[in-house]
């Protein structure tokens, strides 16, 4: 079982940068995909971007090439890193984790941490 505790998130202007971090409890941490979803209200949840056990990323398209998701084992942590946001951007943040492989799924991932909002002013 691992449990999972975002921080970073804030409010930015527009065309700003944040890092979002994901820190994780549990000796197995490695072991784990790992996921970011966010979700605005009156939205649902979408995959933002994912990483798996062996390090394999995906980003939705709405991101790529403004966010990059990786992870330090040894920390027990993943991060998010975001450049280039925009209003659109304005959502809760949340970090999810699997066994094994990432996926875009939200209902794949068993854990969840209890999210971090994130407020992109124009």
């Known amino acids: 079982q691992v449990q999972l505790v975002e921080s970073g998130g804030g409010l930015v202007q527009a065309g700003g940068s944040l890092r979002l971090t994901c820190a994780a409890s549990?000796?197995?941490?490695?072991?784990?995909?790992l996921g970011w979803f966010r979700q605005a209200p009156g939205k649902e949840r979408e995959f933002v971007a994912g990483i798996s056990s062996s390090g394999v990323t995906y980003s939705a398209d709405s991101v790529e090439g403004r966010f990059t998701i990786s992870r330090d084992n040894a920390k027990n942590t993943a991060y998010l890193q975001m450049n280039s946001l925009t209003p659109e951007d304005t959502a809760v943040y949340y970090c999810a984790a699997r066994i094994s492989g990432a996926t875009r799924r939200w209902d794949d991932y068993a854990y969840w941490g209890q999210g971090t909002q994130v407020t992109v002013s124009s």
């Open positions: 549990g000796r197995i941490f490695s072991r784990y995909g």
